[in-house]
C-alpha cells in the first residue's frame, strides 16, 4: 500500500505555516503605509493611483467662472511573482509531529523565509525602475543624481552626521511627512561603528537616546527616523563556517547601499494564492516534501519618498 499524506495532515501545515509566518518578526514590511498594502489581488499587474497636490484658487469676481482644480493623477504599476521555500523531511524528522507542530524546526524555516522574502522584496524595488502610466507603458528609473547620496571619499565614506542630514534634506525637499513613524533608516550591522562614532547619536550632551547603554540604535528614533537594522541572511554550517546566503541591502564590493524612506513611499501586492504542499516522493525513498509559495512585489509610489545612502561597510 502506498504511503499518503491526509488531507488532515496537509491542511495542518498549511495553517502552522501561516500562524508561525505571523510571529516571525518583518523588518521593513510592517512599515509600510497600510493603505499601499494590496492583499487578495488577482491579475498580472496590480496599480497604485497617485494624485498629486493643487493650489487654491481666490474668488475675485462675484460672478465669475469656476476654476477647475488641476491637480495631477497618474499610477504606477506592480508586477508580482512567486517565491517558495522548500524543504524535505526524512523518516527520523518525525514527519507527523513536524507538520504539526508551528514551533518544529521545518515549520519555522519555511516561514522564515518567506517572510524575509517580502522585507527583500521591498529593499530591491525602492531603487529599481518603476513602471507607470494609465497603459503601464513607460518606465522610470531611479533618480540616482538626486535621490543618492554619494559614497564620498576616506574619511568621509563611512556613514556620518552630514550623509543622513543630506537624506533628511532630500526627503523635506519631496514633501515627506517628518512626524515620528513617518521616515524611517534602514542600515545593516557593518555601519554600526559608524553610527556609533557620531557624536550626535552617542552623547548624552545632544540626544536622551544615549545609544551606548543599549549599545544600538535598532528601534530608536533619531535626526527625523525610526533606525532598522536590516542584517544579512548569514547561515552556520554544518562544519560550523559561517556563509552568506542573502545579501539584504545591496552591497557592491565594500559599498552597502543604506536606504531612507516615507512611510507612504512604498507599495506591496500580495496574489491571493498563497499554497502549500505536503507529498511524499516515492522517488527520494519516500521522504516528504513540505513547500510553501507566495506571489507578490513591492513598487516604488512616491519616486523621491526614496534616497539611496552610499556608504563603506565595516
Not at 519555511?110 to 525602475?129: G, H, M, P, Q, S
Not at 544615549?210 to 537594522?229: A, V
Amino acid at each position: 500500500m502506498a504511503e499518503t499524506i491526509t488531507e488532515w495532515q496537509k491542511k495542518g501545515f498549511a495553517d502552522n505555516v501561516i500562524y508561525s509566518m505571523g510571529q516571525r518578526k518583518n523588518l521593513i514590511f510592517p512599515d509600510l503605509d497600510p493603505m499601499n498594502i494590496h492583499t487578495g489581488f488577482r491579475g498580472d499587474l496590480d496599480s497604485f493611483n497617485i494624485v498629486g497636490h493643487m493650489i487654491h484658487h481666490d474668488m475675485t469676481e462675484r460672478y465669475g467662472d469656476t476654476v477647475v482644480g488641476n491637480a495631477e493623477h497618474g499610477r504606477v504599476w506592480c508586477r508580482p511573482y512567486p517565491s517558495d521555500a522548500t524543504l524535505y523531511l526524512a523518516k527520523e524528522d518525525e514527519v507527523r509531529s513536524a507538520v504539526s507542530d508551528p514551533n518544529s524546526v521545518h515549520v519555522r524555516l519555511i516561514a522564515e523565509t518567506l517572510v524575509r522574502a517580502k522585507d527583500k522584496r521591498i529593499i530591491d524595488a525602492a531603487t529599481a525602475a518603476v513602471l507607470y502610466g494609465e497603459l503601464g507603458t513607460s518606465t522610470a528609473a531611479f533618480d540616482t543624481s538626486n535621490q543618492q547620496v554619494v559614497l564620498g571619499s576616506t574619511p568621509n565614506d563611512v556613514l556620518t552626521l552630514d550623509k543622513i542630514k543630506l537624506a533628511s534634506t532630500k526627503l523635506d525637499v519631496a514633501g515627506v511627512m517628518d512626524d515620528e513613524n513617518e521616515r524611517f533608516f534602514y542600515y545593516s550591522p557593518g555601519q554600526k561603528k559608524a553610527i556609533m562614532a557620531i557624536t550626535q547619536a552617542a552623547s548624552a550632551d545632544f540626544t536622551a537616546q544615549r545609544i551606548y547603554d543599549s549599545g544600538t540604535i535598532n528601534g530608536k528614533f533619531w535626526m527625523g527616523f525610526t533606525w532598522r537594522q536590516i542584517p544579512d541572511v548569514i547561515s552556520q554550517n554544518a562544519d560550523a563556517t559561517l556563509s552568506t546566503l542573502m545579501r539584504m541591502l545591496n552591497l557592491s564590493s565594500t559599498t552597502r547601499s543604506c536606504l531612507a524612506m516615507g512611510r507612504s513611499a512604498m507599495g506591496f501586492t500580495e496574489v491571493q494564492n498563497f499554497q502549500t504542499f505536503l507529498d511524499v516522493l516515492p522517488g527520494k525513498q519516500h521522504t516528504t516534501q513540505a513547500r510553501a509559495v507566495q506571489d507578490n512585489n513591492a513598487v516604488r509610489v512616491l519616486q523621491n519618498g526614496v534616497v539611496e545612502i552610499l556608504a563603506k561597510e565595516e
